[in-house]
């Protein structure tokens, strides 16, 4: 996904060099991040939703004690999708 937003930022950059975008992402509906944050609660994860940075945070720590790669994606794509309606 980053190299996609890397090829846009360029495409775009290429051809209007004198205008900026901003891409803002809709704030995650918060009864979902609760629910996900109980979830991994219950299994001794400490998921802290304060913040877009706390909740980067609380992945990075996860990842770094977890050795099941497919657990931490799991977390990501739970957080990922929180922002759905």
Known sequence: ????????AQHIYK???DMAL???HPSPLEKRLKDVADRYGQSGLQLETDSSKAVADSIRRY???EPDAAKVQVLQLLLTTVRCG
């Open 15 to 17: 051809h209007f060099p």
């Open 1 to 8: 996904m980053l190299l996609a937003n890397q090829s846009v």
């Open 63 to 65: 990842q770094a004690n």
């Open 22 to 24: 901003l891409r803002r």
